[in-house]
């Protein structure tokens, strides 16, 4: 493990993005409870862009400069984030679904990076998390006991309490600064 002095640390940044949760969830603040994943699987579609990466990207930039910045979908319903995600030099993670009910894929993988992050860069301070699920919970165990600060970001109506509670701080998308729909 890479050690460094204290200011250092505090510095650097690490920010995934469970993106389809996030897009989703939006979407049904949009459309109703129930849309995205109803029986039209509109989770299947291409997806119009809801989510301002900008925003979020302002919020994580806010505890120092990002050192790593992953986003774990299935890209092939996502191409139209293509030019933001290109802009903020977002590393695209392809999930492809094993079947029609891949439940917890981006979470899982999620969570395997971030801890082999920690292990590898000692010098990623704080960790920023965006999305909802209470499948985080140990994640956030974990990195507040490697002495990391946690940062959660996710969506008011269908953020789980105990997530947004087990953070340092927690963010609703709908209340970031400069957020604008997109």
Request: glycine share 8%.
């Amino acid at each position: 493990m890479i050690t460094m002095n204290a200011d250092k640390q505090a510095q650097a940044v690490a920010l995934y993005w469970d993106f389809e949760n996030l897009h989703a969830s939006l979407y049904e603040d949009a459309q109703g409870d129930g849309s995205y994943g109803s029986k039209s699987d509109n989770r299947f579609k291409v997806q119009e862009p809801l989510i301002d990466v900008q925003a979020i990207v302002d919020l994580a930039s806010t505890f120092g400069p990002l050192v790593i910045h992953r986003a774990y979908c299935n890209w092939q319903y996502f191409g139209r984030y293509r030019d933001v995600l290109l802009h903020h030099a977002v590393e695209l993670i392809q999930l492809f679904p094993p079947g029609a009910s891949a439940k917890n894929g981006a979470d899982i993988r999620l969570c395997l990076d971030a801890m082999d992050d920690l292990g590898r860069y000692g010098h990623i301070g704080t960790v920023v998390v965006v999305g909802g699920d209470s499948d985080f919970t140990p994640l956030a165990q974990r990195i507040k006991a490697a002495g990391r600060t946690l940062i959660g970001v996710g969506a008011r109506k269908s953020t789980n309490r105990h997530w947004a509670s087990s953070c340092h701080a927690f963010h609703y998308y709908d209340s970031l600064p400069g957020h604008a729909a997109v």
